[in-house]
């Protein structure tokens, strides 16, 4: 039977948590750079000359303050006269995703669609498409900053169908 010395067993010890510490930081690493939901630029979808100042670091915009000048209120006033031309043949939701970036300027949109009981629902691609046109003509966005230093981040923008007209943009 082998018997370990203390000194030894410290080394053991010692070794062992600096095996798990590096294979934690590589994990965390890991999860920190490769998040559920990232928009990685696609070439097919995505216009090339869109430009992120760091791609390793788009955060959230509740986490920086990215936003729209004036708000919310802002994109609908400056959008509704030509959103309330558009009709729909279904109702539900059409939630646009893309990215603010430190310059203020947007791109890599994705789009989902549902409807009222939260399945995938497929709303005409040429409504789509004027949305995404409304939305890329708007052009007062604030890149997010914190500590005054700004940010590339992902933004939400949601619109609302009921009856074949939006109701709602939040």
Known sequence: M???????KLNLFLLFSFLLAFILTFWSNDQLTQ????ISFNEELDDSSFKVC???R???YYSVNANYQNG?????????????TLTF??????TFRF???????IGRFRVKSIDNELTTNEFSPDKIKALQK??????HWNAGTFNSKTFDSYFVLNFKIENGKITDIF
């Open 134 to 139: 409304l939305i890329e003509n708007l052009k």
């Open 99 to 105: 990215i603010i970036n430190c310059k203020g300027e």
């Open 58 to 60: 788009i955060l959230q």
């Open 89 to 94: 043949e279904t109702h539900g939701y059409i």
């Open 54 to 56: 760091d791609e390793t």
């Open 72 to 84: 919310r209120k802002a994109i609908k006033k400056e959008i509704w006269e030509a959103i309330e």
């Open 35 to 38: 998040r559920v939901g990232d």
């Open 2 to 8: 082998m018997n370990l010395k203390p000194k030894n």
